[in-house]
């Protein structure tokens, strides 16, 4: 029954509504509470409206509690609710062990030294000193420097290519006759097989321009040379020995050499030779005209291309007909001998009596960021031989030719002058790679480095003000802070 309401008035309860709760004081109905206490005529009880309370239906019967929309509480929930409500002094102080335990705070620091690493950037601090003396130096040595890589180490040495170094061959032929009247062979024809040494050519070979020739060597007893064996007596003639300069083994006798001279008698090919006069001039002078045909093929490995000497222009017509010269022929791989002794700096008829060496270098010097049709030859000519020195002048050796006579063994020596021709060839291919042009522009930048470390010792040691910017660039510092800076440094930190 609803308070505050005459008794004896007839109340009606609304529909009970999921989540109300009778609780009987004396019968229980087995009725849900209602949301309100409603009389016949409709009017809601005023004291509960839509908070519950208890109801009744005038007689009595079936008294309940309004409690709202919550769920139902047991006893033992009840219980638990009343046991959280209990205050307990111990709870804080485990709370605050858990918050401040040295694994959490370990913890805490690692995450921040993480996020400061990842999320944080430091930059220095730059001071800007307006000085147009400094400010003009600067500039200049940073304009030096920038001239410095882009013109030496960018266009000139090529800083943005990877390199790669050459492998080649080379192989030569000779071609060229001429006539000699030595009185000891008569008229004589030479051709290629006769005055080139080795005669497959080799980028190592010797042209002969002079000879001295003695014919009819057999071996036997005879006098040798003045200058190797002297003698007065045979005591002076160690039987079996041989001098440095000789030409045989000594028999141990002394004979005439001549009418006047005295020497030791050798066992060898005889009659010795002598070689005190070189003919001049050369007996192949003629070979200053004889041309030399050089074929070469060269390949860079890295990069996989290969050329040779006998490049687009130059075709089998032209081939026929050229002769290098420098300037209007300069692809032609055919040379004569005189203009490649000339172009090296000698002088081919005094260097025709006693020999010399000359270098000749192809250089292949190829920028394969191009089409590999611009990678061409470039011929030079070196001499290697100074006609100056009086000791051991020019380039001979000696070469024998045998044959047998009334069934003795003979020979006909020959000591040979000429002009020895090495061949050298050199080259290199570079092709753009990012990693030397980071590797360049980062070098290129380091040293733009320099123009400030000059200006700082410009600015620092040698103009007036040099205290004032002292103190304006550095900032000291104590050896070792104070507690009250700690201290105080800790208080920032903690607010």
């Known amino acids: 029954m609803c308070p505050d309401q005459p008794l004896g008035k007839r109340w009606e309860a609304a529909k009970p509504?999921?989540?109300?709760?009778?609780?009987?004081?004396?019968?229980?109905?087995?009725?849900?509470?209602?949301?309100?206490?409603?009389?016949?005529?409709?009017?809601?009880?005023?004291?509960?409206?839509?908070?519950?309370?208890?109801?009744?239906?005038?007689?009595?019967?079936?008294?309940?509690?309004?409690?709202?929309?919550?769920?139902p509480q047991?006893?033992?929930e009840q219980k638990e609710e009343r046991r959280r409500a209990r205050p307990n002094p111990h709870r804080g102080e485990q709370r605050g062990r858990r918050r401040h335990s040295p694994g959490a705070a370990m913890?805490?620091?690692?995450?921040?030294?993480?996020?400061?690493?990842?999320?944080?950037?430091?930059?220095?601090?730059?001071?800007l000193v307006r000085n147009k003396k400094v400010g003009l130096t600067f500039r200049l040595i940073q304009l030096i420097v920038l001239a410095y890589i882009i013109g030496w180490v960018f266009l000139y040495e090529k800083g943005y290519q990877s390199q790669d170094s050459i492998v080649s061959s080379v192989s030569v032929k000779l071609k060229g006759l001429t006539l000699t009247n030595e009185s000891v062979l008569g008229p004589h024809i030479w051709d290629v097989v006769d005055y080139v040494f080795p005669p497959q050519g080799d980028n190592s070979f010797v042209v002969m321009t002079n000879f001295i020739i003695t014919p009819g060597q057999k071996q036997?007893?005879?006098?040798?040379?003045?200058?190797?064996?002297?003698?007065?007596?045979?005591?002076?003639?160690?039987?079996?020995?041989?001098?440095?300069?000789?030409?045989?083994?000594?028999?141990?006798?002394?004979?005439?050499?001549?009418?006047?001279?005295?020497?030791?008698?050798?066992?060898?090919?005889?009659?010795?030779?002598?070689?005190?006069?070189?003919?001049?001039?050369?007996?192949?002078?003629?070979?200053?005209?004889?041309?030399?045909?050089?074929?070469?093929?060269?390949?860079?490995?890295r990069f996989k291309v290969s050329r040779r000497n006998l490049v687009e222009s130059v075709t089998k017509q032209y081939l026929k007909k050229c002769t290098y010269h420098k300037v209007t022929d300069s692809l032609c791989p055919v040379f004569d001998l005189g203009y490649v002794v000339k172009e090296s700096g000698q002088n081919f008829t005094v260097l025709a009596v006693k020999g010399g060496v000359v270098g000749i270098t192809i250089d292949w010097n190829c920028d394969l960021d191009w089409p590999v049709r611009h990678c061409k030859p470039i011929y030079q000519f070196h001499g290697l031989y100074n006609d100056d020195s009086n000791v051991s002048p020019g380039f001979n050796f000696r070469y024998a030719k045998y044959y047998k006579e009334d069934g003795t063994d003979k020979r006909t020596l020959y000591k040979v002058f000429g002009i020895r021709f090495?061949?050298?060839?050199?080259?290199?291919?570079?092709?753009?790679?990012i990693i030397p042009t980071m590797t360049t522009i980062g070098?290129?930048?380091?040293?733009?480095?320099?123009?400030?470390?000059?200006?700082?010792?410009?600015?620092?040691?040698?103009?007036?003000?040099?205290?004032?910017?002292?103190?304006?660039?550095?900032?000291?510092?104590?050896?070792?802070?104070?507690?009250?800076h700690k201290k105080g440094k800790e208080l920032d930190n903690t607010q």
């Open 17 to 71: 509504q999921q989540g109300d709760l009778i609780v009987g004081g004396g019968q229980a109905r087995g009725l849900a509470a209602p949301r309100a206490c409603v009389p016949s005529s409709g009017v809601q009880c005023p004291h509960l409206g839509d908070r519950g309370g208890l109801w009744g239906d005038g007689a009595g019967h079936g008294l309940g509690t309004r409690t709202g929309d919550a769920q």
């Open 74 to 76: 047991t006893s033992r």
């Open 107 to 127: 913890g805490q620091k690692c995450m921040e030294k993480v996020s400061s690493f990842l999320f944080e950037y430091d930059t220095p601090r730059m001071v």
């Open 220 to 301: 036997g007893t005879c006098p040798e040379l003045p200058d190797a064996g002297l003698c007065t007596r045979d005591s002076d003639c160690s039987k079996g020995t041989y001098s440095r300069q000789g030409q045989g083994l000594m028999t141990g006798r002394c004979v005439n050499f001549n009418s006047s001279v005295k020497t030791c008698e050798i066992f060898g090919w005889c009659p010795v030779e002598v070689d005190y006069h070189v003919p001049n001039p050369a007996l192949l002078s003629e070979a200053e005209k004889f041309t030399l045909f050089i074929k070469n093929s060269i390949t860079f490995p």
């Open 422 to 433: 090495d061949i050298l060839v050199n080259g290199k291919a570079g092709k753009f790679d």
């Open 443 to 484: 070098s290129g930048i380091g040293i733009f480095g320099v123009a400030s470390v000059l200006c700082d010792l410009l600015l620092l040691h040698f103009l007036q003000g040099r205290d004032y910017y002292k103190q304006k660039k550095f900032k000291y510092a104590e050896q070792e802070p104070s507690k009250s």
